[in-house]
């Protein structure tokens, strides 16, 4: 196990793959003592269902309970506190997670209704809910999507959850992308399970989710958001939080120097998923055969990145392809490994949303 490793797997059996990630991972052998005190922190930003795009798979916490057990764990809770606005309460019945929590006798921790006491975050005072200090180890479960005002959210911004709601409400007032970053210098997480199965496009409330249906593992939480970012077609640095939490030494940028752990053989999809409105017109510019959720998502947080700079204009429909349905066929524009007999294509099983982003630059300009 290195902080320099990472594991992936896709697939449709969201509760399984986490367990497989778990396993590949050594979380057990990393926690050691049984009676270690384990939280489990998903993200429950409010009243909302995982499909929408915004809050964690309540599979991917049963998989995670359904592990830990077996291996002997029992001092387990989960945590979390909802955005300012709504109850956690309400939001843990309503995705799901409450019920889990039921199923496994295991407490779950509303974090509104909790003491907190305030620390020195690397120079910056920040209140931080009891409930944290009393934790041996840390799983955090953040959903890799997008955010109206950081870019991309996935486990640094996760640790929000943790901070009472005025220091949420001070976090605004001060920006959000250094308070983040300091907030995670206090605030250790031992290990990250990505949720990337359906988060939203650019909204942390939901409403435009975009399939991916995988689920990673990661010990560094800057290398997770690095990874989010590339994924969604930025630049890691070029996110003020990420590039913040490097410098104060969290962890790692470097995408490029992870070691990649791929688990599984996936499962090739049809493009039988729905589509909201929105990434409806964004699909329109792709000719979609056989093609896996993680390349087709990858493409269309592509596809987004370039209407956002006003790229996408007159450019015809299904002018790009993809797909299993493209092996060893020609054609002019392609991405995807599965594209690899075309003029001209971008690599990778899946290709990053960032390379597509520059490919695509490059053929359009």
């Known amino acids: 196990m290195s902080k320099n490793d990472y594991y992936m797997i896709q697939g449709e059996d969201y509760g399984q793959m986490a367990i497989q990630v778990l396993q590949a991972a050594g979380v057990a052998a990393d926690i050691a003592d049984k009676s270690k005190r384990i939280g489990i922190k998903p993200n429950i930003l409010g009243a909302k269902k995982a499909s929408e795009g915004a809050v964690t798979h309540p599979e991917l916490v049963d998989g995670v309970l359904t592990y830990l057990k077996k291996e002997g764990f029992h001092n387990l809770v989960v945590l979390e506190g909802a955005w300012i606005g709504d109850l956690t309460s309400r939001a843990v019945r309503v995705c799901g997670i409450y019920d889990i929590c039921k199923k496994h006798q295991v407490p779950f921790v509303d974090l509104q209704k909790d003491a907190f006491r305030t620390v ?101 939480p800057v290398l997770c958001d690095s990874f989010a970012a590339e994924s969604m077609g930025y630049r890691p640095k070029d996110i003020a939080y990420i590039r913040l939490a490097e410098q104060l030494g969290i962890g790692s940028t470097e995408v490029e120097h992870a070691n990649q752990v791929v688990l599984g053989e996936g499962i090739p999809e049809k493009e039988t998923m729905r589509h909201t409105k929105r990434v409806s017109k964004l699909a329109a510019y792709a000719d979609a055969k056989d093609a896996c959720s993680a390349c087709y998502g990858s493409l269309i947080y592509a596809l987004d990145r370039l209407d956002d700079a006003g790229l996408l204009r007159g450019h015809r429909a299904g002018s790009v392809c993809i797909g299993q349905g493209y092996r060893g066929k020609s054609g002019t524009i392609g991405i995807g490994r599965c594209t690899g007999c075309f003029e001209k294509n971008v690599d990778g099983c899946p290709p990053k949303a960032v390379d597509i982003v520059q490919f695509l630059r490059e053929q359009w300009d």
């Open 120 to 220: 020195d975050a690397a120079g910056m005072p920040i209140s931080v809910c009891e409930e944290v200090f009393r934790l041996d180890y840390l799983i955090n479960i953040p959903v890799l999507k997008g955010h109206c005002q950081t870019t991309v959210t996935c486990a640094l911004k996760n640790s929000k959850g943790l901070i009472p709601n005025s220091e949420k409400r001070r976090f605004h007032t001060l920006g959000l992308h250094k308070p983040i970053a300091h907030l995670n210098t206090v605030i250790r997480q031992d290990f990250i399970l990505l949720d990337n199965i359906c988060g939203d496009l650019d909204f942390e409330e939901g409403g435009n989710p975009v399939v991916m249906n995988r689920v990673l593992g990661f010990w560094d």
